[in-house]
């Protein structure tokens, strides 16, 4: 069984997919987390992203291996064998992996990775394009949103939980600018999928949308 999960920065998709990937004991695949590697070795590297030759390159040399572990919730990223969990959620790499992610040769190297990924079954899949482009004969589909103010009054909570400071105004003019790359971008642009389950989560706990995201998936099954 495939489910996927997409929807814009900060919707909450992540902390939904992994409740449900635990619930369901599969595994779970954050695309997103592959993107964000991507673009914290070419920042590391000082790659320009108009240099197209050198971004294709450096993506056909990064291995990324992502790991779930149950007992403290995290999602492990490992470039080339380090672990660069810490430094993927960082404003510097907010910035700058939309611009990443919208190349078409790091989109086509990914998309096949995920694919690949989601190939040993009973996965849940989040991004943006998995359920229309990436995967898109999955099981069941979810598309997640939340209104732009509660996007960013969470990504403030959560970078200063890390210790980053957060002016709330510049994060929510961050997401909205996130929001246009990602949504008008000629490949596979953020969308929700014909077939897709559509969930607000403004104004909703975590547990109530896992608790309404359980109750489709156990009907459809
Ligand atoms: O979900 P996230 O914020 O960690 O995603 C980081 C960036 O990666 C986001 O700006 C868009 C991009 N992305 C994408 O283009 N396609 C995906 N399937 C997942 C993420």
Redesign the pocket.
Known sequence: MIITI?GP??SG??TIAKKVAKKLNYHLI???????AAALQALLENIDITQKDQIKELIKRLQVSLSFSWEDGVERVLVNGVDVTKKLSTPEVDAY??DV??ISDV?EMMVER?RKLAKQGDVVV?????GTV?LPDADIKFYVTASTKERARRRCAELAAKGHICDKQELEQDIMK?DK??STRKL?P?SKAKDAYPIDTTGKTIEEVVIQIMAIIKEKK
């Not at 989040?126 to 998995?130: C, L, W």
């Open positions: 997409d920065a900060a998709k992540s954050g695309t997103g987390l592959m993107y964000r992996v939309s992610a919208k989109r995920q989040e991004g943006r394009d998995i990436v996130r790359i990602d596979s953020l």
